[in-house]
C-alpha cells in the first residue's frame, strides 16, 4: 500500500494531472450528439472513429446556421412592428360588396367558353383560385388572411350544397360565395377574409 502511495503524484486533494485526449469544444459537441468520451473518459483514449464525429458536427453546425437554410425548430423573426390593434382601419376592412362583382368577372372571363372536362379540371381550378387570390393581392387588405376555394361539378340537373363552418370574429371577418353556371358546369368560388391581430 506504502508503495502506491509513493507513486502517486503529490498535489491538492482531488486535484488531476494527466492531460484530456480532446479539446474542450470537442467535448461540449460529443456531450450533444451522445457520442465520444463522456466525463469518467477524460484520460481515456477515444475510441470512436474520429471522421464520422467530425462529419456529423458538420451536419449539426451547418444544420444550426441560421443563414443558410430556414429551420421549423428557431423562432423566424416578425418583420412587422407591433401595432397592438385588434381590429383593422375603417378604410382597410373587407368590403364583400366592392369584392364580389369581381370574382364573378374572373369567373365568367374564365368559364364562358369552357365544357366540363374531368381530365382538365383540376387545373381550370388550380387557374380560377390563383386568379381570385390575386384579385384579392390587388385590394390591399393589410393583415388579412385570405383563403380562397374553389369547386367546379358537371350539371346533371341534382341540387348541390356546400357548407363550411368557421370560427372568427363577426365583428371583423367575413366571408363571399360567388356562384355561376354554364350549359354543363356549375362553379362556387368562396373568399374568406380573416383578421390578423
Given amino acids: 500500500m506504502a508503495a502506491r502511495r509513493s507513486n502517486m503524484p503529490t ?13 474542450v469544444k470537442e ?9 465520444g468520451p463522456s466525463a ?22 451547418m444544420s444550426m446556421n441560421v443563414n443558410s437554410r430556414k429551420s421549423s425548430m428557431l423562432p ?17 376592412r373587407f368590403r364583400p360588396y366592392r ?12 368559364l364562358k367558353d369552357e365544357t366540363y372536362d374531368a381530365a382538365t379540371v383540376n387545373e381550370l381550378v388550380k387557374d380560377i383560385t ?4 390575386q384579385l384579392m393581392r390587388n385590394f ?4 388579412y388572411k385570405i383563403v380562397v376555394q374553389t369547386v367546379i361539378g358537371q350539371k346533371y340537373g341534382e341540387l348541390i350544397r356546400i357548407a363550411s363552418r368557421c370560427l372568427w370574429d363577426p365583428k371583423n371577418d367575413n366571408m363571399i360565395s360567388v356562384n355561376y353556371e354554364t350549359n354543363d358546369m356549375v362553379a362556387v368560388v ?6 390578423f391581430e
Fill in 11 to 23: 498535489e491538492p486533494h482531488g486535484a488531476v494531472t494527466m492531460k484530456p485526449a480532446f479539446s
Fill in 27 to 35: 467535448e461540449t459537441h460529443a456531450s450533444v450528439i451522445g457520442t
Fill in 40 to 61: 469518467s473518459q477524460v484520460g481515456a483514449p477515444t475510441t470512436g472513429n474520429p471522421d464520422r464525429r467530425q462529419s456529423v458536427f458538420r451536419r449539426l453546425s
Fill in 76 to 92: 423566424q423573426p416578425n418583420n412587422r412592428p407591433n401595432t397592438f390593434r385588434m381590429e383593422p382601419d375603417n378604410e382597410y
Fill in 99 to 110: 369584392v364580389q362583382p369581381k370574382v364573378l368577372e374572373v369567373l365568367i372571363d374564365r
Fill in 130 to 133: 390563383r386568379n381570385v387570390h
Fill in 140 to 143: 390591399q387588405l393589410p393583415r
Fill in 190 to 195: 368562396t373568399v374568406y377574409a380573416v383578421y
